[in-house]
């Protein structure tokens, strides 16, 4: 009776799993957009001069409170045309741990006054675990261990920018070419990202429009279209994402001595399917630069 137990119990963290792997990727963090984009491109780690330093934590609510927690934490450092970089993601869903541990470098090229090209690339590892404290049954059972894994990964990304415009391209989770099998982990189910953004306006009001193209393996890809509002010499910013996954996000900003960047977001569905497994995300995120 026991052995059934923990294995139903298997069985629901493997749904779950899969459950999660379109949380994690239809809905990513909120805080990648404009306030840390190296959350997803390796080729931006560097690209302000001096050590930055990045956290955020997401909690998707979903009718149990920390049942779906995500965090990360970014450091990245710019010397010359050289961008040096570290990122850690934990997160917890339910009975699983799913973490990523990598290391990023980038190069830029100065091809104009203003235009910037850079080039990154990070490697890295990610681990799936079972939380076996969390789970009544049978300790022997030889299921939960099924899940306890790691697979090494890498990311490819490029960066173009000049005062008002900026275009990204990225290559996530090569772990394709590193396995002859297909490797899922429930989580880096991301198979390319496209990104624009242009300043429109530039005064008292700065206004930023951005679209990004992205795709997530076994769905169907997916448009995200926002605004980013700064006022006040910068030191406050309003922001609204419209994503075709049938959310949208909505979020405010502080930066304080032109050294903090401190953002709140909260992201909701807006279709009644979606609305049964979850009723939003809250998001908090923050950005340092220690070299101010």
Excluded at 43 to 70: D, E, F, P, R
Excluded at 83 to 99: E, I, M
């Amino acid at each position: 009776m026991r052995r059934n137990n923990i294995a139903f119990i298997s069985l629901l963290a493997l749904i779950f799993l899969n459950t999660n792997k379109t949380t994690a990727q239809v809905s990513p963090p909120v805080s990648m957009y404009y306030l840390n984009e190296y959350l997803y491109n390796p080729a931006v780690a560097g690209k302000i001069h001096g050590l930055n330093l990045g956290l955020s934590y997401k909690n998707n609510l979903t009718g149990s409170n920390g049942q779906t927690v995500g965090n990360t934490i970014t450091a990245d450092y710019g010397w010359g045309k050289n961008g040096f970089g570290v990122f850690v993601n934990t997160d917890k869903d339910g009975l699983l741990n799913v973490n990523r541990f990598a290391a990023s470098y980038a190069y830029n090229i100065q091809l104009s006054e203003t235009g910037n090209l850079r080039f990154g690339i990070s490697a890295g590892v990610t681990t799936l675990k079972v939380n076996a404290g969390d789970i009544i049954g049978d300790a022997t059972d030889v299921l939960p261990a099924q899940y306890d894994d790691y697979v090494f990964d890498g990311d490819l990304g490029a960066h173009y920018s000049t005062d008002k415009l900026s275009l990204s391209a990225v290559a996530p989770n090569l772990r394709n070419l590193i396995y002859s099998d297909n490797v899922s982990d429930g989580y880096n189910y991301s198979t390319f990202y496209f990104s624009a953004a242009y300043q429109v306006l530039d005064g008292p009001v700065k206004l930023t429009p951005k679209v990004l193209y992205r795709g997530v393996d076994g769905y169907d890809s997916i448009i995200d279209a926002g605004i980013n509002a700064q006022f006040a010499q910068n030191q406050f910013n309003l922001l609204a994402f419209y994503h075709s996954s049938n959310n949208v996000s909505f979020g405010v900003g502080f930066n304080l001595l032109k050294r903090y960047q401190m953002q709140a977001s909260y992201s909701l569905p807006i279709n009644n399917n979606l609305k049964k497994y979850t009723y939003g995300a809250v998001e908090l995120g923050l950005k340092v630069n220690l070299s101010k």
